[in-house]
């Protein structure tokens, strides 16, 4: 079975930019979550897609959005991009079925911002 | 809302070597707690959780973390340390009471070094 995949593995944008990460999930999973990585702040969640729908979200702002395909398939909108918006950004499928559910995660994007 | 404290940032040991890795957390209901591990240059690999049920959870190349409600603690331990063991580690909490499954709250990671 196909693991989680993310592109691009790697971005370079400048400030202002804005840019689209794409997560594809395990086949049969219906959840994808979305989670920052930074060296200060950790591991953070930005939200969750369940069947194309916004389940949860974390404390991100606005420029920050998403949306699930009915394919499963989910990406994540950064605009207006600034500096502190480099990061790796980390995906997650699991059924969404059950919360003991095991998420599996990508190999993330890492987006250094210029 | 939930928080994880992990204690040290880095620890060292020797190979061969107790492996311990403490984490600690709040919660204000019964929690759901994971600890990941991730190489470098890649995403989260599920070590093991806690659900229900067996206090002792054991999990993948040798690890496994015992769930101590009285101290509110879910150290990670493995027997003897490998040089492959070398990572960082996170141990998160699920807030699934409430909120959906996907909201996992990570504690800041610990770097384990294995020394030959």
């Known amino acids: ?114 | 809302a939930q928080s994880v404290t992990q204690l040290g940032s880095h620890v060292s040991v020797s190979e061969g070597a107790l492996v311990l890795l403490r984490c600690n957390y709040s919660s204000s209901v019964p929690p759901y707690l994971f600890w990941y591990v991730q190489y470098p240059n890649q995403g989260l690999q599920l070590l093991l959780k806690y659900t229900t049920g067996a206090t002792l959870v054991k999990g993948i190349n040798g690890f496994e973390a015992e769930f101590k409600k009285s101290e509110t603690s879910f150290h990670l331990t493995k027997p003897s340390a490998h040089m492959s063991d070398a990572a960082e580690y996170f141990c998160a909490v699920s807030e699934g009471h409430g909120g959906s499954q996907g909201n996992l709250i990570f504690g800041k990671g610990t770097k384990l070094s294995v020394k030959p």
Request: glycine fraction near 10%.
């Open chain 1, 1 to 114: 079975k196909a693991g989680v995949t993310q592109t691009p593995r790697y971005l370079i944008k400048t400030r202002g930019q804005q840019v689209t990460l794409s997560c594809s999930p395990i086949s049969g999973h219906r959840s994808v979550s979305w989670y920052q990585q930074t060296p200060g702040q950790g591991l953070q969640f930005l939200f969750e897609y369940f069947s194309e729908t916004q389940r949860n979200k974390g404390n991100f702002p606005g420029r920050f959005s998403g949306r699930q395909f009915s394919n499963s398939r989910s990406e994540m909108n950064v605009s207006t991009l600034e500096l502190g918006d480099s990061a790796l950004y980390l995906c997650a499928s699991s059924s969404g079925q059950l919360f003991t559910d095991t998420q599996y995660f990508g190999p993330g994007t890492r987006l250094t911002v210029l």
